[in-house]
């Protein structure tokens, strides 16, 4: 019986087309604007949320000052789930080498600053796992002074004041790779923890067996003075931030920046919403009323109908039916004209604001939640007019009116 209310609902829409037409046009014209806003929306904040996710700088928690860390705190740090990479870095003043290209001209070399990698480096990705005692990743402005590229072999040497004066230590080691200049804007070269820390000994006064340099033997636990550490994401840093902030270190991290991206997010997202919940509000009234006096206007059809047998369950879906079939061809116009305003924002102005993004654009997801919402809307608007058709009286249809 539902069925066949269903199909009469369905051949009134098409009787009165004019009338259905007015009543899905007034949502599309109402709904399209929504869905071109959120786009805008949606299109400007996930450009400038990717813009921060893609760069890894934008996860780097750079440590302030010299501290004592130990094995113990690097493990802790590397176990928390919203930390992506950490690694020991040794004294700055330590932590820089020349490098020489052979068979240049004397005093020709490039004092480098040593970054310690490992494989897992946001900053070089793939390239990190190249890197060994012996293999260096070059920044590109290094590379340029030198004039080497990957595979080539450069010489990395040290000094050191000692008691027996100046004291000089070399290394041959392999350009395994190039970093991409966002990486590294200066000369610098991304070692190994080895190396680094080989480095650091010697100029200690210390030797290093494994790379054949003299000196005394380290004895106990290394302690390391700084790090370099990245958050897993972006919406991270500040909780990495406020950690270590509460262990009494210093950092320098672009959290503000992030915060500021997450609070437009925010507050645009308000405003939407209540754009929203007044347009829809505002409409859902205007076709309850609509439905409603489209029931009193068929009062006697509807007589007609409960008095051939159709229960009042059944009767009460004509309204409803009609009002979820404006809702969604509403909803398909709203789409067409959505789609045609997108292409016309992203073709003109696109270009000019995001360097190519899409200015305006939706998910499928956003599609579908769009969807969901217009046909409860068209049903709950509906449900005043469905109380009323139960309270027809059958009798009616045997009146003359």
Known sequence: MIRIVAGLALRDCLYDRRLFICFAAAFAAVLAPLLVIYGLKFGVVEHLVGTLRDDPRNREIVGAGNHNFDAAWFARMAARADVAFVIPRTRALWATGFLEKPGAVAGRSVTAELIPTADGDPLLGPLA????????????????????????????????????????????????????????????????????????????????????????????????????????TIFDVSRLEADLQREGLEVRTRSAEIEAIVALDRNLSLVFVVVAVIAMSGYALSLAASLWANVERKRRELSVIRLLGVPRRAARVFPIVQGVLIAAVGLTGALALYAAAATLINNLYASDYLEGAELCRLLPAHVASAAAGSLAVGAIASLLASLRVVRIDPAEGLRDE
């Open 129 to 232: 796992a190249q890197v060994g005692p012996r293999a260096i990743v070059l920044s590109q402005a290094a590379s340029r002074r030198l004039g080497v590229d990957a595979g080539e072999t450069v010489n990395f040497w040290v000094v050191r004041d000692g008691a027996a004066g100046r004291e000089r230590v070399d290394l041959p080691v392999t350009v395994a790779a190039v970093a991409s200049a966002a990486a590294f804007a200066r000369d610098g070269a991304f070692v190994s923890l080895e190396l680094l820390t080989a480095v650091e000994d010697w100029r200690d006064g210390r030797g290093v067996p494994a790379l054949g340099w003299a000196g005394e033997i380290r004895n106990g636990a290394r302690l390391y003075a700084n790090y370099r550490l990245f958050a897993r």
